[in-house]
């Protein structure tokens, strides 16, 4: 509009104190509930704290909620619900006495989650996070029809933005306030699906995971929840699964032999990258010089696409076996690698690329997982046996820890309804 400007607020940051500043300046008179909340923010163990209050609204929430609460719960899902509770409801009442903002669609509070929880469930995993209007007209009208709703689309939205405060419009472009609200809605319609749609939920997440889509989109915050919320189903329909089929790739029952250790590499990766990428003039890292250009190399191993499927189970120990390869790879084989390799073809045929991108890949691959010899003599060390044993052992304890939570819970809800 003519005569205005737009600005957009960035981030709270709480290494350069705006976090705290911005608290202190909501509590100027309550310098004792404001010193606890900032300890509580410096001592939050989860980082979806730090993340969340980067944001002014959320933050002010986080406020109302401690206020409230006198503390910040370990679990996320509990904080989410204080915080939802906080949007809907307490923080009118809470900033505005006696104030509550008119809902113009005339749903209440169990029937707006009711629709967030179908919209977020569909939203998350059609990889959407920012909607546009038709998008969510769209949604809106299926979970309408199936769940018997009747109320104006524009008055819904409306109230999201303002009545409610959940959801952003950035220039046509309508958001939650924050991603990890859309997840806590999705995981609370997973928890309340039946047993055979909750089955196929977590089939579907397995089988996204290998396609790298959920891989982006950080889906560890959603399984998160889901282990807290739906701990049963989660552990019974997604964290078994997983353990079991990583004991069947690398043979956990095996001893730690040779044959052992190259199932574990043969596991994570299918040969070797080579990737290039243009030095800086001032920089110390080793280069090659092809065609007057200065190009870095550098190689590591080629990631399995099956790796993915049980990444967020196994992620610190295969992040552990990437580290110790690309060392390896650098360190004592480059100059055996290198000169196995037309280094100038290579570039010549992948220059376009290069010169676009900064950086390409060419691939030796290990056909039929046969690792070679010299390869093989350079990896094979007593630190790979470790990390090979430890992961192993991981796999080992956390799926006995799996199967006695899932025993456990079925002995448990049995014993409990043979008390009526």
Same mark, same amino acid.
């Given at each position: 509009?003519?005569?205005?400007?737009?600005?957009?607020?960035? #981030?709270?940051?709480?290494?350069? !104190?705006?976090?705290?500043?911005?608290?202190?300046?909501?509590?100027?008179?309550?310098?004792?509930? $404001?010193?606890?909340?900032?300890?509580?923010?410096?001592?939050?163990?989860?980082?979806?704290?730090?993340?969340?209050?980067?944001?002014?609204?959320?933050?002010?929430?986080?406020?109302?909620?401690?206020?409230?609460?006198?503390?910040?719960?370990?679990?996320?899902?509990?904080?989410?619900?204080?915080?939802?509770?906080?949007?809907?409801?307490?923080?009118?009442?809470?900033?505005?006495? !006696?104030?509550? *903002?008119?809902?113009?669609?005339?749903?209440?509070?169990?029937?707006?989650? =009711?629709?967030?929880?179908?919209?977020?469930?569909?939203?998350?995993?059609?990889?959407?996070?920012?909607?546009?209007? #038709?998008?969510?007209?769209?949604?809106?009208?299926?979970?309408?029809?199936?769940?018997?709703?009747?109320?104006?689309?524009?008055?819904?939205?409306?109230?999201?933005?303002? $009545?409610? !405060?959940?959801?952003?419009?950035?220039?046509?472009?309508?958001?939650?306030? +924050? *991603?990890?609200?859309?997840?806590?809605?999705?995981?609370?319609?997973?928890?309340?699906?039946?047993?055979?749609?909750?089955?196929?939920?977590?089939?579907?997440?397995?089988?996204?995971?290998?396609?790298?889509?959920?891989?982006?989109?950080?889906?560890?915050?959603?399984?998160?929840?889901?282990?807290?919320?739906?701990?049963?189903?989660?552990?019974? /329909?997604?964290?078994?699964?997983?353990?079991?089929?990583?004991?069947?790739?690398? #043979?956990?029952?095996?001893?730690?032999?040779?044959?052992?250790?190259?199932?574990?590499?043969?596991?994570?990766?299918?040969?070797?990258?080579?990737?290039?990428?243009?030095?800086?003039?001032?920089?110390?890292?080793?280069?090659?010089?092809? =065609?007057?250009?200065?190009?870095?190399?550098?190689?590591?191993?080629?990631?399995?696409?099956?790796?993915?499927?049980?990444?967020?189970?196994?992620?610190?120990?295969?992040?552990?076996? +990437?580290?110790?390869?690309?060392?390896?790879?650098?360190?004592?084989? *480059?100059?055996?690698?290198?000169?196995?390799?037309?280094?100038?073809?290579?570039?010549?045929?992948?220059?376009?690329?290069?010169?676009?991108?900064?950086?390409?890949?060419?691939?030796?691959?290990?056909? /039929?997982?046969?690792?070679?010899?010299?390869?093989? /003599?350079?990896?094979?060390?007593?630190?790979?046996?470790?990390? $090979?044993?430890?992961?192993? /052992?991981?796999?080992?304890?956390?799926?006995?820890?799996?199967?006695?939570?899932?025993?456990?819970?079925?002995?448990?809800?049995?014993?409990?309804?043979?008390?009526?």
């Amino acid at each position: 509009m003519p005569l205005f400007s737009n600005f957009k607020i960035k #981030d709270l940051s709480l290494e350069h !104190g705006e976090i705290k500043g911005f608290v202190y300046r909501q509590l100027e008179n309550e310098k004792e509930i $404001a010193n606890k909340i900032i300890q509580s923010i410096e001592n939050a163990k989860g980082k979806y704290i730090h993340s969340f209050l980067k944001n002014p609204l959320l933050l002010s929430l986080y406020i109302l909620t401690f206020q409230s609460y006198a503390s910040i719960p370990d679990k996320k899902y509990i904080f989410y619900r204080r915080v939802i509770n906080a949007l809907f409801s307490e923080h009118d009442s809470k900033t505005k006495l !006696g104030f509550v *903002r008119e809902k113009l669609c005339g749903l209440n509070q169990e029937q707006f989650e =009711d629709i967030l929880k179908a919209f977020s469930f569909i939203s998350y995993f059609e990889n959407k996070f920012d909607f546009e209007t #038709d998008y969510v007209y769209d949604k809106l009208k299926a979970i309408k029809e199936r769940k018997k709703y009747s109320f104006d689309n524009e008055k819904f939205i409306l109230d999201l933005k303002s $009545a409610i !405060g959940i959801w952003v419009d950035d220039e046509g472009q309508l958001s939650f306030t +924050h *991603r990890s609200l859309q997840e806590y809605f999705a995981a609370s319609f997973i928890k309340e699906l039946k047993e055979q749609e909750n089955t196929r939920v977590y089939e579907k997440i397995i089988s996204k995971l290998g396609d790298h889509d959920l891989i982006v989109r950080e889906i560890e915050n959603l399984l998160t929840l889901l282990e807290e919320m739906d701990t049963f189903n989660y552990f019974n /329909n997604y964290y078994i699964k997983i353990l079991n089929e990583l004991a069947i790739d690398i #043979d956990v029952n095996n001893n730690i032999t040779d044959e052992y250790v190259k199932k574990y590499i043969n596991y994570f990766t299918e040969g070797i990258s080579i990737k290039f990428g243009h030095i800086q003039p001032k920089s110390k890292r080793k280069s090659l010089q092809i =065609d007057g250009k200065n190009l870095h190399l550098e190689f590591s191993p080629s990631v399995k696409e099956s790796v993915y499927r049980g990444i967020q189970v196994h992620f610190l120990y295969t992040q552990k076996l +990437h580290r110790y390869l690309v060392e390896k790879l650098n360190e004592n084989l *480059r100059e055996k690698l290198i000169s196995g390799i037309d280094i100038a073809e290579l570039v010549k045929d992948n220059f376009e690329s290069a010169n676009k991108l900064n950086s390409f890949v060419s691939l030796i691959f290990f056909e /039929n997982d046969v690792i070679p010899q010299e390869v093989w /003599n350079e990896l094979y060390t007593s630190e790979l046996i470790d990390l $090979a044993n430890e992961f192993r /052992n991981f796999i080992i304890l956390e799926s006995q820890k799996a199967n006695k939570l899932i025993s456990t819970t079925k002995d448990t809800e049995k014993d409990m309804v043979d008390l009526i």
